[in-house]
């Protein structure tokens, strides 16, 4: 990791994020909008990658519950595809884990498709679980909530206990 910076993001790296996302399969894209709500009002728990050029490799949008402090939210982590392998994804979990333990979370959740095995080993190497609440089916050997973001669209459903 030493050619690249992880760090927060700024407002205004919401349209570099959004390019990113383009470049970031399997992973859903988002509407711009949700890129800019979380640069501009989750900056201390969404991060951006940079080369020393300024060039963005990466992200990861999180926030903290405002409803119980206690739980965080991984939202989306992404690497461009010609930088996976280079340990940038496992340097800002490490970060965002770090960020939300420090203000007091004591469980971070995420969700995936239960298709996307690459995600789902990185995540179980990180020690997240499988969260089995809710109306659970097994797909692909994998448990997943059924219908957990609409009718037909199954998620795998993981969480990780804080120190």
Not at 19 to 26: H, L, M, R, S, W
Request: with cysteine.
């Amino acid at each position: 990791m030493d050619d690249f910076t992880i760090r927060s993001v700024r407002e205004e790296d919401f349209l570099k994020i959004a390019e990113i996302a383009k470049k970031c399969p399997p992973m859903a894209t988002e509407r711009n909008s949700i890129y800019h709500i979380f640069t501009k009002f989750f900056k201390k728990t969404s991060l951006v990658v940079e080369k020393s050029d300024g060039e963005a490799l990466g992200f990861l949008i999180g926030f903290i519950s405002q409803d119980d402090p206690a739980d965080a939210y991984l939202h989306i982590i992404c690497v461009i595809q010609n930088f996976r392998g280079r340990g940038i994804a496992r340097g800002m979990m490490q970060r965002f884990l770090e960020t939300v333990s420090k203000s007091g979370c004591r469980r971070v959740y995420l969700i995936t498709r239960p298709q996307n095995k690459t995600a789902i080993n990185f995540y179980k190497g990180f020690g997240f679980k499988v969260d089995k609440t809710g109306e659970i089916i097994e797909i692909n050997g994998l448990m997943a909530v059924r219908d957990y973001n609409g009718p037909g669209d199954h998620k795998v459903v993981f969480y990780k206990l804080l120190e």
